[in-house]
């Protein structure tokens, strides 16, 4: 709806000293597209285009100048554009200002509000709230301190819990800053950077999750990622050779380690990887002296193999795998068809700092589309190292990238992991323990790494003296090849490493993690569907909750679990801000009141935990591997208190026919007046998961309230008092 401007002369719209024409485009209820472009310029062309393709927009005004002031709306906002000086207001249905937006007279600094917490800005960086800093959109392996927040990947992305979101569409080689040091914040390109053509989305909404979910419809859904990414994965450096290789699988087995993933580095990162360098994709004989036959015994062990890869064109390019050429993604892709073939599941590319923007998303593309064209009815999976707005559509996961072994880097990773989370992708992990190896690297900082790792969308263990990155190496003698210039600086003394303790603990995690897999898997989903990320700070939970607001070291995992992870070395206690409510202990089922720091004693096998009331949480059998068969019992364990629902997500884990509608959704709600658990199938399917045939229903301390039959149809169970 439009509001005609007041009479008055016709003021000409400029930018950068320049006539310009102004686009406002509704592209949803929440999400309004602002477009500037020369006069005379009838194509709109950005160098690489982040946003989700077929890209719904409805023109809500065009023109070149404007009598001021003119008012629409969109959805159940408005918003009011002047002319001299050049500005955009946006307001609530109740008439109140969400965010003012202005371009400012020297022609280039484009000036926003930014008078509360501000988060997003990709990965790495300074600061959880982004306040306070400028902002380089320069990224790669040397960015700000890497060494404790890993690399810098940018993306131009701010949200608020104010109620608003910024992505700006335009930064042709992520260039330009972002200053976040005043109140009225700014955003200047660089200088050899041009002003126009310029786009902007500017999305508004009272709820945290509303505002969030229109990332992903600018920018593009995630698909919904293969079932076994969501397990643990083990990732080696320098290999013995194949007996090594094999030796690992078998032990991850033997000790009854779940894991579904096993990653190999290329040579040249170390002295003996999977293939024969940098840049090459052809198995090293060396370590793979049958590559297709320990292929096969891998698979016969249930695991998945990931291979590293690097080195691709810095100009790489091509919309489809058709596209052929050097630099072209339909002639790299054929480069790994000799490994694909053989049997490898999922790449691993590494570096990428020199690729450009396209030629980053055209890596990303890739590796979507040609695992898809050579497994046509598999979900392709890969693990990547940089980035750029816009990647998320094409399902490829990131890591922080080459963290030192310090508690610093622990300590900047739950914020790093948050505001990568809210602005690239839903999908991230870490190098568990750290990559490169200090003299803080002990088995203490590997296990509160790994238990933080545990609730992580990438669960990965990875690092120089890969030894000591696996689960059973801190009790071998053995720290493995000293990957270090100066061993003495970054490698545990040798009696260190025999530490029996160390394993049954990361049994504990690794056993939690597989027990999590229905509640992980929904969560999961969720971000294929709404962009909701997996990792959520607390704000998004508790809005209007200043001390959530500004919690940098704990965070929600989906809404059932808050997780605090203990950060400092050699603690008893952790102290956790619950907000207002009641919840309880993970670990021991008690009732905690919220609205408050409680204390809670961290010996060094336990990570706090806490569920609210009204949660219902889904808890496996444990498996050693993801597709592994059970006949136990699903466990819902409900947390009284309150009213709640759990939506149960299931489908065959590996296949595309998700899409098609081979899944099944059950609603499980709780009603604490009347004690009834309902469970309530919510799309008519013939998908048949055969998987659980009995529920078993268990308070928060684990004690067992009712076991019942069930054949996927609606159920309603009154429970105990």
């Known amino acids: 709806m439009v509001w005609l401007p007041m009479a008055g002369l016709a003021a000409p719209l400029k930018h950068a000293g320049e006539p310009v024409k102004l686009t406002l485009a509704k592209i949803s209820a929440h999400t309004l597209e602002v477009r500037l472009q020369r006069v005379g310029e009838e194509a709109f062309v950005l160098p690489a285009d982040a946003t989700a393709p077929g890209l719904s927009r409805e023109v809500l005004w065009q023109g070149a100048d404007l009598d001021t002031p003119l008012r629409l709306s969109f959805g159940e906002y408005r918003c009011e554009l002047s002319a001299e000086p050049l500005k955009l207001e946006i307001f609530d249905s109740g008439g109140a200002s969400v965010q003012s937006l202005q371009w400012q007279a020297d022609g280039k600094t484009f000036a926003f509000q930014a008078n509360a917490p501000v988060f997003g800005l990709g990965g790495g960086g300074p600061g959880f709230d982004r306040r306070g800093e400028l902002y380089p959109m320069k990224d790669g392996w040397g960015g700000y301190k890497r060494e404790s927040h890993g690399i810098?990947?940018?993306?131009?992305?701010?949200?608020?819990?104010?109620?608003?979101?910024?992505?700006?569409?335009?930064?042709?080689?992520?260039?330009?800053?972002?200053?976040?040091?005043?109140?009225?914040?700014?955003?200047?390109?660089?200088?050899?950077?041009?002003?126009?053509?310029?786009?902007?989305?500017?999305?508004?909404?009272?709820?945290?999750?509303?505002?969030?979910?229109?990332?992903?419809?600018?920018?593009?859904?995630?698909?919904?990622?293969?079932?076994?990414?969501?397990?643990?994965?083990?990732?080696?450096?320098?290999?013995?050779?194949?007996?090594?290789?094999?030796?690992?699988?078998?032990?991850?087995?033997?000790?009854?380690?779940?894991?579904?993933?096993?990653?190999?580095?290329?040579?040249?990162?170390?002295?003996?990887?999977?293939?024969?360098?940098?840049?090459?994709?052809?198995?090293?004989?060396?370590?793979?002296?049958?590559?297709?036959?320990?292929?096969?015994?891998?698979?016969?062990?249930?695991?998945?193999?990931?291979?590293?890869?690097?080195?691709?064109?810095?100009?790489?390019?091509g919309e489809t795998l058709a596209s052929d050429g050097p630099d072209s993604i339909g002639e790299y892709w054929v480069k790994h068809l000799p490994a694909f073939s053989l049997g490898a599941d999922a790449w691993w590319p590494d570096d990428g700092d020199p690729l450009s923007s396209s030629a980053r998303l055209a890596r990303h593309r890739m590796y979507d589309l040609g695992p898809r064209r050579e497994r046509p009815d598999e979900r392709p999976w890969a693990l990547h190292r940089t980035g750029v707005s816009g990647v998320q559509k094409f399902g490829g996961w990131m890591w922080s990238g080459d963290p030192s072994s310090t508690w610093d880097a622990l300590r900047a990773h739950v914020a790093v992991g948050l505001n990568h989370s809210l602005s690239l992708t839903p999908f991230w992990g870490s190098d568990t323990g750290g990559f490169f190896p200090t003299r803080e690297y002990t088995a203490e900082l590997f296990l509160r790494w790994f238990q933080f790792s545990c609730f992580t969308p990438s669960f990965r263990s990875h690092g120089r003296t890969w030894h000591l990155h696996l689960p059973w190496g801190w009790n071998t003698g053995d720290r493995g090849l000293l990957e270090s210039d100066d061993p003495s600086k970054g490698v545990p003394a040798l009696e260190d490493t025999l530490n029996p303790g160390v394993e049954p603990i990361c049994r504990k995690y690794l056993e939690l993690r597989y027990r999590l897999l229905s509640y992980n898997y929904a969560l999961a989903r969720e971000a294929s569907v709404s962009g909701l990320p997996m990792m959520r700070p607390l704000w998004m939970h508790a809005p209007g909750d200043a001390e959530a607001l500004k919690t940098a070291d704990q965070f929600f995992w989906g809404d059932a679990l808050l997780v605090a992870p203990v950060l400092k070395q050699g603690v008893t206690e952790r102290a956790v801000y619950l907000p207002a409510g009641e919840w309880f202990d993970f670990w021991t089922g008690n009732p905690v009141s919220g609205g408050k720091t409680v204390k809670r004693s961290t010996d060094l096998a336990t990570l706090p935990l806490y569920v609210p009331a009204g949660s219902i949480l889904p808890l496996d059998p444990v498996r050693q591997f993801t597709a592994e068969k059970s006949k136990e019992p699903l466990v819902i364990r409900i947390y009284p208190g309150r009213d709640g629902e759990f939506t149960l997500y299931q489908d065959d884990g590996q296949s595309l026919a998700y899409r098609k509608g081979a899944n099944r959704l059950t609603r499980i709600s709780w009603n604490e007046m009347d004690r009834k658990v309902r469970l309530e199938p919510k799309n008519p399917s013939g998908f048949d998961p055969a998987w659980p045939r009995e529920i078993r229903f268990e308070s928060p301390e684990g004690k067992l309230l009712k076991s019942v039959p069930w054949s996927g149809k609606a159920l309603e169970i009154e429970m105990p008092r």
């Open 152 to 317: 810098r990947v940018a993306a131009p992305y701010l949200v608020s819990p104010q109620g608003w979101s910024l992505f700006f569409n335009h930064l042709p080689g992520q260039l330009g800053e972002f200053d976040l040091r005043r109140p009225e914040a700014e955003y200047r390109p660089a200088a050899e950077q041009a002003a126009l053509p310029f786009d902007l989305f500017v999305s508004v909404a009272k709820e945290p999750a509303a505002l969030v979910e229109e990332r992903s419809v600018v920018e593009g859904r995630p698909p919904l990622p293969p079932k076994w990414a969501l397990g643990f994965m083990q990732s080696h450096r320098t290999l013995a050779g194949p007996d090594e290789v094999m030796g690992v699988a078998k032990t991850f087995r033997e000790h009854r380690l779940p894991c579904d993933a096993l990653i190999y580095l290329g040579t040249g990162y170390c002295p003996a990887g999977w293939n024969r360098g940098h840049g090459s994709l052809d198995f090293n004989p060396a370590v793979f002296d049958r590559p297709g036959e320990m292929l096969r015994k891998l698979h016969d062990l249930k695991f998945k193999v990931v291979l590293h890869a690097n080195e691709a064109s810095p100009t790489l390019k």
